[in-house]
């Protein structure tokens, strides 16, 4: 994420940049996806095997008890689902293809990192059961973040470089500095604290030359960033002589930042850098190039978006979202993070990204088991009325009832095009769907999963959901699920009522001390897995199958208003 080379160039000048901070009593604004991506990696969690949900959630109600206990109140904000513009397509597609070599890592024993498939929705169910406030943006939220922070002058948390360059009024704390586990008490008192470092942007500055802040920007986008990556730049910087100055720059990685920044601190503001930039470049490129640039620099600028307002009175204006003419209820659910960024994608772009797991890449990727689930979801969101007013959106949805997936073929990715399952305008309209009666949501919800109602009768609430799922994973023809695959599967679902039963206080002293030799015995067998072991990809990719059915039932659910009961995930 962000500028690259630009984040271990500032840290490895930190007693320039980095003032040490002892966090306690102020309000903190999260980027969600950096935390979430933070503690998944950095907590020695087992991410070979797609899951270790439950060791995630503890280390994440971990994290915000620390907060808690320095009267640190959280803010997480998350970002939402791709731009409109789709200028980061490329580099969506890039990651992609990262993500499929590291998962083809760790499925034959090397190391690397994928998330896996349900840590997100497993971080907000964690976030709901602490009430940790957050929010999810209608797309990427670092200017939200940057404007809540400085309207509430309070500092960020986050690990992405792009907070070096905004101008944040309270500064912006890295989470690799971010001591949360190194609690440490002020002297003489029982108040706790976090042992921080807050990055300087003025000490940046000072550093070059006090250069105008207003510069960075166009830093940024020179530089390379997410939203930018230009060939023709490279002729600039070919051209022009970038001095280093006399900082010690440690390799090749640095030279750019430190060069780029040296060069840019001779001028007074943006117009003129900018200006100087072009003269490098050839005459018939200028107009386009200044375009673009510009463009990528307002990035850096404070957003519409008031979070403020969300936190206080639950309203959520984004003028993009709201330009679309989409559904209230839907904008609403988004914001409120009770629909994924799946649903938002597929909606504005009529594309979705299907994210790869540890699974057996010489197989059809697991995501294509859970394509008739996709198909129903994409036919609910075509379901739009005519007369919704805005023309864009009228016309998107008149196009044919065709989606794209960016999904993997072997060790590559592709796109995919997919029909969605035309449903009858009434009574599936999108706009009106929350009004449907619970028995049509849930008619639609089982007849898709190919399950019974009088299945489901005697399941427990909670688990209603994931045996509707499991059935129909059993029945679809890519699953080569056997009998002690299933058995293992609803063993696994025992952990959830278990905890429960360990960690409620109503719980009698025989039925309590039963549960808790059942769930210990569990956790003896999954311990017992010998770290290094070679994956057994087809269990693997079987169980990745479930997941995919479970993630495609889970959204389907969200997108009726829940007419089963979302299963708790993090056990």
Same mark, same amino acid.
């Given at each position: 994420? =962000?500028?690259?080379?630009?984040?271990?160039?500032?840290?490895?000048?930190?007693? $320039?940049?980095?003032?040490?901070?002892?966090?306690?009593?102020?309000?903190?604004?999260?980027?969600?996806?950096?935390?979430? /991506?933070?503690?998944?990696?950095?907590?020695?969690?087992?991410?070979?095997?797609? =899951?270790?949900?439950?060791?995630?959630?503890?280390?994440?109600?971990?994290? @915000?008890?620390?907060? @808690?206990?320095?009267?640190?109140?959280?803010?997480?904000?998350?970002?939402? =689902?791709?731009?409109?513009?789709?200028?980061?397509?490329?580099?969506?597609? +890039?990651?992609?293809?990262?993500?499929?070599?590291?998962?083809?890592?760790?499925?034959?024993?090397?190391?690397?990192?994928?998330?896996?498939?349900?840590?997100?929705?497993?971080?907000?169910?964690?976030?709901?059961?602490?009430?940790?406030?957050? %929010?999810?943006? @209608?797309?990427?939220?670092?200017?939200?973040?940057?404007?809540?922070?400085? /309207?509430? *002058?309070?500092?960020?948390?986050?690990?992405?470089?792009?907070?070096?360059?905004?101008?944040?009024?309270?500064?912006?704390?890295?989470?690799?500095?971010?001591?949360?586990?190194?609690? *440490?008490?002020?002297?003489?008192?029982?108040?706790?604290?976090?042992?921080?470092?807050?990055?300087?942007?003025?000490?940046?500055?000072?550093?070059?030359?006090?250069?105008?802040?207003?510069?960075?920007?166009?830093?940024?986008?020179?530089?390379?960033?997410? /939203?930018?990556?230009?060939?023709?730049?490279?002729?600039?910087?070919?051209?022009?002589?970038?001095?280093?100055?006399?900082?010690?720059?440690?390799?090749?990685?640095?030279?750019?930042?430190?060069?780029?920044?040296?060069?840019?601190?001779?001028?007074? +503001?943006?117009?003129?850098?900018?200006?100087? %930039?072009?003269?490098?470049?050839?005459?018939?490129?200028?107009?386009?190039?200044?375009?673009?640039?510009?463009?990528?620099?307002?990035?850096?600028?404070?957003?519409?978006?008031?979070?403020?307002?969300?936190?206080?009175?639950?309203?959520?204006?984004?003028?993009?979202?709201?330009?679309?003419?989409?559904?209230?209820?839907?904008?609403?659910?988004?914001?409120?993070?009770?629909?994924?960024?799946?649903?938002?994608?597929?909606?504005?772009?009529?594309?979705?990204?299907?994210?790869?797991?540890?699974?057996?890449?010489?197989?059809?990727?697991?995501?294509?088991?859970?394509?008739?689930?996709?198909?129903?979801?994409?036919?609910?969101?075509?379901?739009?009325? &005519?007369?919704?007013?805005?023309?864009?959106?009228?016309?998107?949805?008149?196009?044919?009832? #065709?989606?794209?997936? %960016?999904?993997?073929?072997?060790?590559?990715?592709?796109?995919?095009?997919?029909?969605?399952?035309?449903?009858?305008?009434?009574?599936?309209?999108?706009?009106?769907?929350?009004?449907?009666?619970?028995?049509?949501?849930?008619?639609?919800?089982? $007849?898709?999963?190919?399950?019974?109602?009088?299945?489901?009768?005697?399941?427990?609430?909670?688990?209603?959901?994931?045996?509707? %799922?499991?059935?129909?994973?059993?029945?679809?023809?890519?699953?080569?699920?056997?009998?002690?695959?299933?058995?293992?599967?609803?063993?696994?679902?025992?952990?959830?009522?278990?905890? #429960?039963?360990?960690?409620? &206080?109503?719980?009698?002293?025989?039925?309590?001390?039963?549960?808790?030799?059942?769930?210990?015995?569990?956790?003896?067998?999954? $311990?017992?897995?010998?770290? =290094?072991?070679?994956?057994?990809?087809?269990?693997?990719?079987?169980?990745?199958?479930?997941?995919?059915?479970?993630?495609?039932?889970?959204?389907? *659910?969200?997108?009726?208003?829940?007419?089963?009961?979302?299963?708790?995930?993090?056990?």
């Amino acid at each position: 994420m =962000g500028i690259r080379g630009l984040m271990s160039f500032v840290e490895d000048h930190s007693n $320039e940049f980095f003032t040490d901070l002892k966090l306690r009593d102020t309000r903190i604004i999260i980027d969600g996806y950096a935390l979430f /991506h933070r503690l998944c990696f950095n907590s020695n969690l087992e991410l070979q095997y797609g =899951g270790d949900y439950d060791s995630f959630a503890d280390v994440v109600q971990k994290f @915000f008890e620390s907060l @808690f206990s320095c009267n640190i109140c959280p803010y997480v904000v998350l970002d939402g =689902g791709c731009d409109i513009s789709d200028k980061k397509l490329t580099t969506l597609k +890039d990651r992609a293809r990262e993500k499929i070599q590291m998962a083809h890592s760790l499925s034959v024993g090397g190391g690397g990192y994928v998330c896996p498939l349900l840590i997100r929705e497993v971080f907000i169910q964690v976030l709901i059961k602490l009430r940790v406030r957050f %929010v999810q943006c @209608f797309s990427e939220a670092d200017r939200d973040i940057m404007t809540l922070a400085n /309207h509430w *002058n309070c500092p960020v948390l986050s690990s992405d470089s792009d907070f070096c360059i905004f101008d944040l009024k309270t500064g912006f704390c890295p989470l690799n500095s971010f001591q949360w586990r190194n609690m *440490n008490t002020i002297k003489g008192t029982k108040d706790y604290y976090i042992p921080t470092k807050c990055f300087s942007l003025d000490a940046l500055c000072r550093y070059f030359s006090n250069m105008n802040k207003a510069l960075l920007p166009l830093f940024a986008v020179l530089c390379g960033n997410d /939203h930018i990556n230009l060939p023709i730049m490279e002729t600039f910087l070919s051209k022009v002589r970038l001095s280093f100055g006399a900082a010690n720059s440690k390799g090749r990685r640095h030279h750019r930042v430190l060069g780029l920044l040296n060069w840019l601190s001779h001028f007074a +503001d943006p117009t003129e850098a900018l200006n100087n %930039v072009l003269k490098y470049l050839p005459q018939k490129d200028r107009e386009n190039i200044k375009e673009l640039l510009c463009c990528s620099m307002e990035e850096y600028q404070q957003s519409q978006v008031k979070l403020q307002d969300f936190f206080q009175c639950g309203t959520y204006v984004c003028l993009d979202a709201l330009n679309l003419g989409l559904p209230e209820w839907i904008l609403v659910a988004l914001a409120k993070g009770q629909l994924s960024r799946f649903i938002s994608d597929a909606l504005v772009l009529r594309r979705t990204f299907l994210h790869t797991q540890v699974e057996n890449m010489q197989q059809p990727n697991a995501h294509r088991i859970a394509l008739p689930i996709r198909q129903i979801i994409y036919g609910l969101l075509l379901n739009v009325s &005519p007369h919704l007013e805005n023309m864009s959106w009228r016309a998107l949805s008149a196009q044919p009832l #065709a989606f794209s997936e %960016v999904e993997r073929i072997n060790k590559n990715i592709k796109t995919s095009i997919v029909e969605a399952v035309e449903l009858p305008k009434d009574p599936f309209n999108l706009s009106k769907l929350t009004e449907l009666s619970l028995a049509s949501r849930q008619l639609l919800l089982l $007849e898709t999963l190919k399950v019974k109602q009088t299945i489901l009768d005697p399941v427990p609430t909670l688990l209603k959901l994931p045996i509707a %799922v499991s059935c129909y994973w059993l029945q679809h023809t890519g699953a080569k699920a056997k009998l002690h695959h299933l058995q293992a599967l609803l063993l696994g679902m025992l952990m959830g009522p278990l905890h #429960a039963i360990i960690n409620s &206080p109503d719980t009698e002293g025989l039925r309590k001390d039963g549960a808790k030799m059942l769930y210990e015995e569990f956790q003896r067998m999954k $311990e017992q897995t010998r770290p =290094g072991a070679r994956l057994d990809l087809d269990t693997a990719h079987i169980f990745c199958q479930w997941q995919c059915c479970l993630q495609m039932g889970m959204y389907l *659910n969200q997108l009726l208003s829940s007419p089963l009961p979302e299963p708790d995930l993090t056990r």
